[in-house]
Nanobody, 115 residues
Framework: QVQLVESGGGLVQPGGSLRLSCAASGIIFRLYTMGWYRQAPGKQRELVANSPRSGSTNYADSVKGRFTIFRDNAQNTMYLQMNSLKPEDTAVYYC?????????WGQGTQVTVSS
């Protein structure tokens, strides 16, 4: 049974930082492209950043220079370090594991940036 469990969300003031975690089980983690997506109220889910198994990383323009995605294949865990947070970063953040054939989603974690 595949499980992706996100944690680390919460309420933070503008300019603050949070680190999200996604713990995976039931998959061969190192073979999957891991990604973070987010969905704000009334908006479509969008890619924030991903980390293909090659070790490269990709970021949405809106988060470049502020967010960092990294993964620990030994611990089957992916992270998203979010710095200089803005109110427009407020959303539910989802973890996704994609092998190209199979894709799995976590349940999401709420991030709220507000003063």
């Amino acid at each position: 049974q595949v499980q992706l469990v996100e944690s680390g969300g919460g309420l933070v003031q503008p300019g603050g930082s949070l680190r999200l975690s996604c713990a995976a089980s039931g998959i061969i983690f190192r073979l999957y492209t891991m990604g973070w997506y987010r969905q704000a109220p009334g908006k479509q889910r969008e890619l924030v950043a991903n980390s293909p198994r090659s070790g490269s990383t990709n970021y949405a323009d809106s988060v470049k220079g502020r967010f960092t995605i990294f993964r620990d294949n030994a611990q089957n865990t992916m992270y998203l370090q979010m710095n200089s947070l803005k109110p427009e970063d407020t959303a539910v953040y989802y973890c996704k594991a994609d092998s190209g054939r199979y894709a799995y989603w976590g349940q999401g974690t709420q991030v709220t940036v507000s003063s």
